[in-house]
């Protein structure tokens, strides 16, 4: 079972992700030809990104409400760590770490791709050996 911390963390972290598309995809946008497709396609991509961010602040408001109240009644289980804090699950970082591998491995050399692959890579190697050691620990 999912702790609350490790909830709002995963909240949090979807919450992230789904802003950093939003942004990717207005980006992109603001740059289409009025006359090119991919503007209605972007503006609906954007839309659903919007729709989705509203759902995850709603869930993450009443995830942070139950963690907050947890940690000022101060029971066994209480929370003590920020978002930040709280280590993703070790399952879920190895397998972002592998599939960060083999985008690494596939995109042509030298090329942005499989630089930001690389870069993933070796972030998410990091994340591990902190979740791996602060398990052990």
Do not use: C, F
Not at 34 to 54: H, K, N
Request: charged share 30%.
């Amino acid at each position: 079972m999912q702790s609350a911390s490790d909830a709002l963390r995963s909240v949090s972290d979807a919450l992230m992700h789904d802003l950093e598309a939003l942004v990717n995809a207005e980006q992109e946008k603001r740059n289409v030809a009025p006359d090119d497709p991919r503007l209605v396609t972007l503006a609906a991509e954007v839309d659903q990104l919007a729709r989705r961010v509203l759902g995850l602040t709603g869930r993450q408001q009443d995830i942070a409400e139950d963690v907050h109240d947890m940690a000022t009644d101060g029971g066994a289980n209480a929370p003590s760590t920020t978002i930040e804090e709280t280590h993703r699950p070790i399952g879920l970082i190895l397998a972002e770490w592998r599939a960060a591998e083999r985008d690494a491995a596939t995109a042509p050399p030298a090329s942005a791709e499989a630089e930001a692959a690389r870069a993933t890579s070796d972030r998410l190697r990091d994340e591990y050996r902190q979740a791996y050691e602060a398990r052990r620990g």
